[in-house]
């Protein structure tokens, strides 16, 4: 590849559908402000796909900056970290944004901020050194799907050939992804390099939607610098359309390669991973401190001063918002992740997860439209970037024929909102998404 | 802190399309004006009365038969609007007013309340009201249309013509107004007078998104291309015959307004290439070859009968199942 490895790819397949959304991307330029530690955090025991953990501390522990708090045994998981130093002041139940009950440990602040003193960089030789590494970094996906990555990186070896770093960031508002390429471009490059070596990954492409030019420079120039003596890894701009950034859409961009219908991205030679997933996997290598805070946008129209902040995991919503100068005008709905695809929360007690990147607050009531009848309009349809007919889903969903559902495709939707947004009768389509695939779940429980 | 109380929960996604139903019938009837005020210069007065009619009774016959059904009032979205212009610019500016009435009650009560409102309708309400008004009054429907401009000259303001270039194309009989009147101001039903009004509005919807140019084209193609493999085959002039063919009848007023009505038409691309490919060779067919002059109402109401198969002949596959698909036919090929 040489010299011309270092210029700009444009994509390989172009995605069929998706939505023009309103970018709202008011907070690129802020740089990431580390908040003050909190004095009480609330971190839940299951901030990710898979099994929950179990606390493995007791109350009147006291417990330090990156000390394990929870773990299981299972496969499918990733343990769970203490995010402030302090004493452990109830080992017990909290509510998630999604509506499900957690177990949680609280741990009140000694305000000290001290680091547990086991950590140390991890030994790395071997690809099971790095997987087990990369479990006891608690690391998961940082992108919004909370996926265990040492469960990602588990793929046999020698069948991925491509390793996208998804930087696509689709969701308004949402800027700390671009804020992660731009002020810690070398954690991502070493990042990318150590996955790349290890697991044996010929090819990497840092995929950036077009509206994101300054994280293009910025990534393409450290690229060309490492490029000289490596080679394979590039950056490729993207159209800005929602959605991107998902992963079967990311995969068809950058690679033209499509994942079929449950199989996962490794079955066409693909590993996609989130940037500031592999930034803090760089920056965990290096140092061994396992992942206790993160990036957010703190945005929305009741947000008094919208900015990009790193906070502690489990530090609750409410206190994150009176850091951001607090509400500007009566917060009407507030959620966690973007609005596309977030949860809408109704008490701002709710701790931040691991894989949470925004908190938006909005004062207008300008998300709930009123139901009418469907018009046939088919703009559901045209928006899906799965090809799938959401009107038509419907009413098969009204006939319950369960077999018709499987065959329109039901299990191929991703909820990405994209009917719901562009639908003018303002009908419910992704929840009508959600009753179809549990009917089908249902379905097959019951047929055993 | 916030009274958590106030705080509203809602399943994603939590930002929407401005875009509104009533926005969209509202784009609509703005696309409808231009033809409108055609028929309004071309015939007078007559012409907007048959249009407040058909739009009152319309909307009125919504709001009737939602009370009587007892379901939410639905006048709100415009779509009676909409259906009642289109009514009208179906119809004669000679036609009585009590028939236009009846038209209307077809349109709202029958045809797309009765079959459950907005959306659910399964021909076009409008063009069925046509097709049943032409059956049962042929004579008012069919055979007195109003003299452009007429209405000016009190001498010749009752000036009828029972020719329509439509009519003098197949019979022979009689002139042919020349080409830039076709455009502009010929004969016939209010809205189909003035081709250029027409495609003035329906380029208006597809720059506005409203609808997609898929059918248009494909509609108004396909009529070409009949009309001129005919042309040649008779050896006259293909070209001109074919043009006059274009901008004569309802075929603008159809390809835009009524072939592109959501709920009477396929999903897909591919399904809209089928219906307006469809469309179009039935109507060259009823023009060329049937007994009527027009055959645009009946292809289009033709063609909505047979959406919902093409619909589903035409369901595009998921994102990863093509792939299924094919391995599925190699394993048949194979065994």
């Not at chain 1, 998804?166 to 700390?176: K, L, Q, S, Y």
């Not at chain 1, 492409?205 to 394979?232: T, Y």
């Not at chain 1, 140092?287 to 489990?314: E, H, W």
């Not at chain 2, 415009?78 to 236009?100: D, E, K, Q, R």
């Amino acid at each position: 590849m040489g010299i011309s490895g270092a210029k700009v790819l444009s994509a390989v397949g172009k995605v069929r559908g998706g939505v023009h959304v309103l970018h709202q991307k008011n907070t690129a330029d802020q740089e990431i402000v580390r908040l003050p530690a909190p004095n009480k955090v609330v971190i839940p025991m299951q901030m990710h796909i898979g099994a929950p953990c179990a606390p493995i501390v007791n109350v009147g522990d006291t417990v330090s900056v990156g000390q394990c708090i929870g773990d299981t045994t299972a496969f499918v998981s990733a343990p769970i970290h203490a995010s402030i130093s302090g004493t452990v002041t109830a080992v017990g139940e909290t509510t998630l944004a999604n509506g499900a009950v957690t177990r949680a440990v609280t741990i009140e602040s000694d305000g000290e901020m001290r680091l547990f003193e086991g950590i140390e960089p991890p030994k790395i030789d071997t690809r099971e050194e790095f997987l087990a590494a990369v479990r006891a970094s608690g690391l998961v996906g940082l992108g919004g799907a909370g996926f265990p990555t040492h469960v990602k990186l588990a793929f046999k070896p020698g069948t991925v050939d491509t390793l996208v770093v998804n930087a696509a960031e689709c969701e308004p508002f949402i800027t700390v992804d671009n804020r992660e390429c731009i002020e810690n471009s070398w954690d991502v490059l070493s990042g990318i390099q150590i996955v790349k070596e290890i697991l044996q990954i010929p090819r990497v492409v840092i995929a950036v939607e077009r509206n994101k030019p300054k994280a293009i420079e910025v990534l393409s120039s450290i690229a060309r610098q490492v490029e000289k003596e490596k080679g394979e890894i590039a950056v490729m701009q993207l159209r800005s359309i929602y959605p991107q950034g998902a992963e079967k859409i990311m995969i068809y961009s950058a690679t033209g390669r499509r994942v079929p219908a449950g199989k996962l991205p490794s079955d066409v030679g693909c590993l996609v991973m989130n940037v500031a997933s592999v930034a803090m996997l760089a920056r965990y290598v290096k140092s061994g401190k396992p992942l206790v805070s993160r990036s957010l946008t703190v945005d929305g129209s009741a947000i008094c001063v919208p900015q990009n902040v790193r906070v502690p995991i489990g530090m609750s919503v409410g206190e994150i918002i009176d850091h951001c100068g607090g509400f500007k005008s009566t917060p009407y709905k507030i959620i966690t992740g973007g609005p596309m695809m977030g949860f809408s929360i109704i008490n701002t007690d709710i701790p931040v997860l691991k894989q949470n990147n925004a908190i938006l607050a909005f004062s207008k009531q300008d998300s709930l439209k009123k139901e009418t009848d469907c018009i046939n309009c088919g703009r559901c349809a045209a928006a899906c970037p799965m090809h799938l007919q959401a009107n038509r889903i419907a009413r098969i969903v009204k006939t319950g024929d369960v077999e018709e559902l499987i065959r329109a495709g039901t299990n191929v939707c991703m909820e990405c909102g994209s009917c719901a947004f562009s639908c003018p009768a303002g009908r419910p389509l992704v929840q009508n998404m959600r009753l179809a695939k549990s009917m089908i779940r249902e379905a097959a429980k019951a047929n055993g | 802190m916030v009274d958590d109380r106030l705080l509203t929960a809602s399943a994603s996604p939590h930002v929407r399309t401005r875009d509104t139903t009533r926005g969209i019938m509202l784009d609509v009837l703005i696309a409808l004006l231009p033809a409108l005020i055609a028929s309004v210069v071309l015939f007078g007065f007559r012409a907007l009365a048959v249009t407040a009619v058909s739009v009152g009774c319309c909307v009125l016959f919504e709001f009737l038969s939602r009370k009587a059904m007892r379901r939410p009032n639905t006048i709100g979205d415009l779509s009676a609007a909409v259906t009642g212009v289109i009514l009208a610019f179906n119809l004669p500016a000679s036609i009585p007013f009590w028939m236009v009435v009846f038209g209307a009650l077809i349109s709202i009560v029958v045809v797309k309340q009765m079959f459950g409102g907005i959306g659910q309708n399964f021909v076009n309400p409008a063009l069925l009201a046509r097709i049943v008004l032409m059956v049962s009054f042929p004579k008012a429907m069919l055979a007195s249309w109003p003299t452009p401009f007429a209405w000016k000259d009190a001498s010749t303001a009752d000036a009828i013509t029972s020719a329509t270039p439509l009519a003098i194309l197949k019979s022979g009989d009689g002139t042919l107004p020349s080409l830039f009147n076709m455009c502009f101001a010929k004969a016939g039903c209010l809205g189909e007078v003035c081709a250029a009004a027409l495609v003035l509005g329906g380029l208006y919807l597809m720059i506005r998104r409203v609808i997609s140019p898929v059918i248009p084209l494909c509609f108004i193609g396909t009529v070409g291309v009949c009309m001129l493999l005919y042309g040649f085959t008779k050896g006259e002039n293909a070209w001109t015959f074919a043009l006059y063919e274009l901008v004569s009848g309802g075929l603008l007023l159809g390809a835009f307004f009524m072939a592109t009505d959501y709920a009477t038409s396929p999903i897909s691309i591919k399904g809209k290439i089928i219906f307006a490919i469809g469309c179009g060779l039935i109507t060259s067919l009823i023009r060329l070859f049937g007994n009527m002059n027009e055959g645009v109402s009946f292809s289009i109401v033709l063609m909505n009968i047979l959406v919902p198969h093409i619909d589903r002949l035409t369901v595009p596959k998921p994102f990863g199942m093509e792939k299924v698909k094919k391995e599925k036919k190699a394993e048949v090929k194979a065994s």
